[in-house]
């Protein structure tokens, strides 16, 4: 029996959760320093090969999945719950405790006391003093003793229960980070302006996941500083699905987009040789859109028209003007200088056209499925709200006790609360001098 008390105990120890806490924080940093899910040749290259080994042991390049995390995760949900078992009787025999079993003896040596005597009889004394507490908020109950009358009144009795809805929201965290690691994904995908993907690759592993629609990358823009280095980018996506254009929406970093509970981060991009040339004929309104590779012509049999780029001005892998080769058959092929993604018109014998070109891009997206984040919101909110109630509200108690002395009435006037008793004593003595003034 005595080996079963000390198992309990070790289990429901302050200690041990203390313990527990601190490891998984510092292995926490240890997987943030140490880059997660990566080849396992970038850890010996970076690393070395006999480290890079020991890391594969214990699981290191993906941690927070690993046995050994995982099970510091239930060692502190396991001492959370027995904690709590533990202790929440006692707690709560204190929320239900009756505030009317005390006696005048145990009144008086509460910390927070005060005794004076009022020259009307017991009973209008303490009719007098209801009514005040009454209007300062405070809900009474009373019960008679001899022939003194004891008032008790209390407020946030319900306040001793915010360490254990830290407690549970600390489970519901772990259960929606379960249930994200199980049910959940993440991967990433190219997507070419103009072409559409229908599936990722997840990280960790060269598998292909079905997305069950199609996302298109229709433009992707960027801006650099003149440096030369990218400032900021962005890209338009339309979801897909049977064929059917159902949502579009420009994103960039930290501006995701979500559909059917899969988010797309903009995270990279991907400059290609190729461009995308646009051209309009005014006259009838028709306008088409051409991926045309670098110094290849490009024909646009309808319209009898050819074009491509010849030359072109970059800095680094970025075009910032290229060289239009353009003809309609009419006359000699013209040649125009045009800013990346400007448009240009195009004037010959046959008529007009409105040309644009700019450097082909792919959008490089960070693709995550987490079906138990709403569960980790939750958490945090009731972690959130259970922590405000431990730390800034308390359970306070109020008693009087009025009994008859000679032609009038004594009165003894206690309080307690279970924290913020600095708080507490200045609350009371505003209570004790609106209740000893006339």
Known sequence: MQNNNSVWQFFS???????????????????TVIPQNEAGEFYVQNFGPITARFFGVLDIPDMYRSWWFLALLFLLAFNLVIC????????????????LAYSEERLAKMANSHSWQHNCSAA????????????KGWKLSSRPHDDARLVFSQKGNWTRVGVYVVHTSILVIFLGAIIGSLAGFKGSVLIPETKQRDRIFLYG?????????????????????????????????????????ILTRKIEVNDPLSYHGIT??????????DFIITVKVPASGKQQVFVVPFQQQKSWEDEGLKFGIINAKAIGQSIVSAK?????????PQLEWIEDGAQLTVETERGKYLVS?????????QVAH????WWVYIGCGLMLFGLYVAFFMSHRRLWLYISPAGTGSQVLFAGSANKNRPGFERQFGELKEMLCSE
Do not use: H
């Open 205 to 245: 592993s060269a598998e292909a996941k079905e997305l069950g629609f199609g996302v298109r990358c229709n433009s992707f823009g960027i801006e650099f500083y003149p440096n030369g280095m990218p400032k900021e980018y962005t890209s338009s996506l339309t979801i897909v699905e049977n064929g059917k254009d």
């Open 264 to 273: 797309f981060y903009q995270s990279s991009y991907e400059a290609y040789q």
């Open 370 to 373: 987490d079906p138990g984040v």
């Open 84 to 99: 709590s078992i533990d202790r929440f009787p006692s707690v709560w025999k204190q929320i239900k405790t009756d505030g």
């Open 357 to 365: 070109a700019k450097q082909m891009y792919a959008t490089g997206l």
């Open 13 to 31: 120890s302050v200690r041990l959760a203390l313990f527990t806490l601190s490891l998984i924080a510092i292995t926490s940093i240890i997987g």
């Open 124 to 135: 209008d004394t303490a009719d007098l003093l209801e009514e005040k507490l009454l209007n």
């Open 324 to 332: 239009l080769w353009f003809s309609d058959g009419s006359a000699a």
